[in-house]
Every structure is written in C-alpha cells, then in structure tokens.
C-alpha cells in the first residue's frame, strides 16, 4: 500500500493505494477499452463505467468534486500504472532461486 496525493483544480486529494483501488482501476481501464473497441457498446457499459469511477472516488480524501472527479480519475491511473512498473522492475532485478540438486549418496 502506498499513499498518493494530487492537486486536480486547486484541490488537494490523497488516497491509499490498496489491492481494492488497484482492482477497480484495473477493471475501469478494461471497461474503457471494451467501450472503446465496440463504441455500440457503450451503453452497455457505460452504467459500470460510472459505478466504479464511484467505488474509486469514494476512497479519495476529502470527498471529490464533480468537477474534479475526470482528472482525479486520470491521476490516480497514472499513479497505479506507476505502481505497477514500481513492482514489476523490482521483481525482474530480484535474482531468481535456483534450485538446489540433491546428489544422491
């Protein structure tokens, strides 16, 4: 978990990074680009859309203005995406364990 803070319109927003958060942002993104593949879709989808950039906002300090929830959104994808590559370059700089053979006696 990790703690971010934005400043979207002279407003200063802070959130918790969690698994949760991650997960919503994660499904927002694959909302979005369903949207974006079969725009005909989009009302389809368009009520999930909505829902959870609502789950998202909800985890926001303090509560987020209407007016401020788009860059809000886009900020806190920025961050998780950030995240995302923060872990995944630590995992590829990691040696990999290597298995020990056991000689047989």
Known sequence: MSTKEFDVNGTDYKIVITEQVIGH???LKDLYNAAYEDPESFDDVSAEISSTIN???STVEPTAEDSDLDGLIQ???KA???KAD????ELQS???ATKKSKSKK
């Open 55 to 57: 789950e998202i906002a």
């Open 75 to 77: 900020e806190i994808i």
């Open 80 to 82: 998780v995406d950030t």
């Open 86 to 89: 923060q872990i995944t370059k």
């Open 25 to 27: 942002v994660n499904n």
């Open 94 to 96: 990691k040696p990999k």
